[in-house]
């Protein structure tokens, strides 16, 4: 019998992406990042979160997707990747929903742009509604933990 999982779904260039809930530590408006040098360009800098120095990344520069100016609606989604917490910033976080686990089909090669390492797979909700699910230790290579271990220290 498939388990059902709490999701946290999120809006990233028209698309509705998901993350398992306990992966997630919290999620927070857009506040005054750190700039870091030498780091990817994806990597927007650095927040300090309860005193917390917490490295942020943009999804949509990470995916190759077109960035767009923040909102009031854009937000920073803290997860625990690795045993390191990172930043994740998104148009908007819409929702908590369970997913059954017979939902979820493999992801093709491309999915909106993005390649099918970065997801966990697709899952169908309702008739006509898709939500793509995160791999998050795929978003994040070693390599790039690394450097963001660094940052932290």
Same mark, same amino acid.
Request: proline residues 5%.
């Given at each position: 019998?498939?388990?059902?999982? *709490? ?10 992406? %998901? +993350? $398992?809930?306990? *992966?997630? #530590?919290? &999620? ?9 040098? #030498? ?5 927007? %800098? ?6 917390? +120095? ?9 995916? %190759? ?9 854009? =937000?920073?989604?803290?997860?625990? @990747?690795?045993?390191? $917490?990172?930043? !994740? &910033? ?5 929702? @908590? ?14 999915? %909106?742009? &993005? *390649?099918? *390492? ?5 899952? #169908? &909700?309702?008739?006509? =509604? ?6 998050? $230790?795929?978003?994040?290579? =070693?390599?790039?933990?690394?450097? !963001?271990? #660094?940052?932290?220290?």
């Amino acid at each position: 019998m498939a388990e059902d999982k *709490k999701i946290i779904v999120f809006a990233l260039a028209h698309e509705e992406y %998901g +993350v $398992e809930v306990d *992966k997630v #530590k919290t &999620i927070e408006r857009m506040q005054p990042m750190t700039r870091v040098p #030498k780091t990817p360009a994806f990597v927007k %800098g650095v927040i300090n979160l309860r005193g917390v +120095v917490v490295p942020v990344i943009d999804l949509r520069s990470r995916f %190759g997707l077109p960035e767009t100016p923040y909102s009031d609606n854009t =937000r920073v989604i803290i997860v625990a @990747v690795n045993d390191l $917490e990172v930043g !994740l &910033i998104v148009d908007s976080a819409n929702d @908590v929903i369970d997913l059954n686990e017979d939902n979820i089909e493999n992801p093709p090669e491309v999915v %909106g742009g &993005i *390649k099918a *390492k970065y997801l966990h797979g697709i899952a #169908k &909700i309702g008739e006509d =509604r898709l939500l793509v699910l995160m791999n998050l $230790e795929q978003v994040l290579n =070693r390599d790039e933990v690394i450097q !963001l271990e #660094k940052i932290e220290a």
